[in-house]
């Protein structure tokens, strides 16, 4: 059974930094496509960053060059790296994992999700 946990949300300032770390267990195929989306109250999902087994990572506009995903393979666990984070990010963020190496940013490419953890920024 593929379980994916995240961790490391919380509060935060404006203008502050926040690591979210998602440890995977139970996949086993050699191929994959996972990343980072988030939904905040009254908004439709939307992607945030993704990484395919190759390391090919996409972002979405509203957070380049302040997010950075990345993974450590040897722990089973993807990273998201948020600095200079702004009120408009405060979401649930989730942990989306997909057999398919396509990297997309549309939720529904993604048969496995987390339970998601909270991020909320104050002004």
């Known amino acids: 059974q593929v379980q994916l946990v995240e961790s490391g949300g919380g509060s935060v300032q404006a203008g502050g930094s926040r690591r979210l770390s998602c440890v995977v267990s139970g996949y086993t195929y050699s191929s994959y496509c996972m990343g980072w989306f988030r939904q905040a109250p009254e908004k439709e999902r939307e992607g945030v960053a993704v990484l395919d087994t190759t390391g090919s990572a996409r972002y979405a506009d509203f957070v380049k060059g302040r997010f950075t995903i990345s993974k450590d393979n040897a722990n089973n666990t993807l990273y998201l790296q948020m600095n200079s984070l702004e009120p408009e990010d405060t979401a649930m963020y989730y942990c989306?994992?997909?057999?398919?190496?396509?990297?997309?940013?549309?939720?529904?490419?993604?048969?496995?999700w987390g339970q998601g953890t909270q991020v909320t920024v104050s002004s």
């Open positions: 989306v994992l997909d057999s398919s190496a396509i990297v997309t940013l549309a939720w529904y490419d993604y048969h496995y």
